[in-house]
């Protein structure tokens, strides 16, 4: 790599350690009043079939994580626990592939009154995923001298994550709205012998965003 070279990839890592973001935009639409007293809880569930563009469980895990944690938290049951309480209709197997078929189960009597049952009122369903595009540059790495290995070069790419979560009221038997969280951002890979990775996390921001916008809808 030259002097000029070197050069520029200095003024690119430090441009970007200075403005590096994330950028997230939340959405929110209502359709009818919410509340939870302190004996109900809400559960985080996602499509549990393996497919291409199946929302990330763990991603369901930190929404249901940071929803139920911090200021503001409510009471969420773990969507495995729920899975254990509603045996066995939300197994791999047999639990629904999107919001129609969850509105068709939890719909039956039996299965919206067991679910009152063990104390949970809101049905939260997400889906989206985070993709990785834009990819760009190259990173060459070889043995210098003393067996080290080396590696030269800027690579970067663009990630986004857009999630969608609808809420289903049991007592009411009604949706009662949808929030969304979209996040950007560029993650960069530069390497002046030692690759130095700046990625930017935009899954874990959609997952913090979405779970402070379902706090306040529900508390709302």
């Given at each position: 790599m030259?002097?000029?070279?070197?050069?520029?990839?200095?003024?690119?890592i430090t441009a970007y350690?200075?403005?590096?973001?994330?950028?997230?935009?939340?959405q929110?639409?209502?359709?009818?009043?919410?509340s939870?007293?302190?004996?109900?809880?809400?559960?985080i569930l996602?499509?549990k079939?393996k497919?291409?563009?199946?929302?990330?469980?763990?991603?369901v895990?930190?929404?249901?994580?940071?929803?139920?944690g911090?200021?503001?938290?409510?009471?969420?049951m773990?969507?495995?626990?729920?899975m254990?309480?509603?045996f066995?209709?939300?197994?791999?197997?047999?639990?629904?592939?999107?919001?129609k078929?969850?509105?068709?189960?939890?719909?039956r009597?039996?299965i919206?009154?067991?679910?009152r049952?063990?104390?949970v009122?809101?049905?939260?369903w997400v889906?989206?995923?985070?993709?990785?595009s834009?990819?760009?540059?190259?990173?060459?790495?070889t043995v210098?001298?003393?067996g080290?290995p080396?590696?030269?070069?800027f690579?970067?790419?663009?990630?986004?994550?857009?999630?969608?979560?609808?809420?289903?009221?049991?007592?009411?038997g009604?949706?009662?709205?949808?929030?969304?969280?979209e996040?950007?951002?560029?993650?960069?890979?530069?390497?002046?012998?030692?690759?130095i990775?700046?990625?930017?996390?935009v899954?874990?921001q959609?997952?913090?965003s979405?779970a402070?916008?379902l706090?306040?809808?529900?508390?709302?």
């Amino acid at each position: 790599m030259t002097t000029n070279q070197t050069h520029i990839l200095l003024v690119l890592i430090t441009a970007y350690s200075l403005t590096a973001c994330v950028n997230t935009t939340i959405q929110e639409a209502r359709e009818a009043s919410t509340s939870l007293s302190s004996q109900e809880s809400i559960v985080i569930l996602s499509r549990k079939h393996k497919t291409s563009g199946e929302t990330e469980s763990d991603f369901v895990s930190c929404v249901s994580g940071k929803t139920g944690g911090g200021n503001d938290a409510l009471s969420v049951m773990s969507e495995r626990e729920f899975m254990d309480e509603l045996f066995p209709w939300f197994e791999p197997r047999t639990a629904p592939l999107n919001m129609k078929d969850l509105t068709d189960v939890i719909s039956r009597p039996l299965i919206s009154a067991r679910i009152r049952a063990i104390g949970v009122r809101y049905l939260v369903w997400v889906e989206g995923t985070t993709v990785r595009s834009e990819e760009s540059g190259a990173l060459q790495c070889t043995v210098v001298s003393g067996g080290i290995p080396a590696c030269f070069g800027f690579l970067s790419w663009e990630s986004g994550s857009d999630y969608e979560a609808s809420i289903w009221d049991i007592n009411r038997g009604i949706n009662v709205g949808k929030v969304s969280s979209e996040a950007s951002g560029t993650s960069i890979v530069p390497a002046l012998v030692v690759p130095i990775p700046f990625i930017a996390r935009v899954q874990n921001q959609a997952c913090i965003s979405l779970a402070e916008q379902l706090k306040t809808f529900i508390r709302t």
